[in-house]
Nanobody
């Protein structure tokens, strides 16, 4: 079982920055892919950024050049540095991981979500 604890959300003015963190803990063999998703009111859940265990990244077009995802494999933590924030970035941000359990089965896990609000 894997627990994901997110932190770093909050209220920021447009043009500002925030850094989200998500730490994985529990009993597992390895944390594989990690990612951040978000869901704004009335909108679909969308992938914001993802990172593989080897550090390969991918981003939603709407955040390219503004957001940066990174990870610390020793701490089993993923980060999302968000710069030049826009009001349309307002959403609940969810951490996601695909973890290999001690029985060598891969499962998906989600964090509880952290609110990011960008004021204009």
């Amino acid at each position: 079982q894997v627990q994901l604890v997110e932190s770093g959300g909050g209220l920021v003015q447009a043009g500002g920055s925030l850094r989200l963190s998500c730490a994985a803990s529990g009993s597992f063999f390895r944390i594989n892919d990690m990612a951040w998703y978000r869901q704004a009111p009335g909108k679909q859940h969308e992938l914001v950024a993802g990172i593989t265990i080897n550090g390969s990244t991918n981003y939603a077009d709407s955040v390219k050049g503004r957001f940066a995802i990174s990870r610390d494999n020793v701490k089993n933590t993923v980060y999302l540095q968000m710069n030049s924030l826009k009001p349309e970035d307002t959403a609940v941000y969810y951490c996601h991981t695909r973890a290999l359990t001690l029985l060598f089965r891969e499962y998906d896990y989600w964090g509880q979500g952290t609110q990011v609000t960008v004021s204009s």
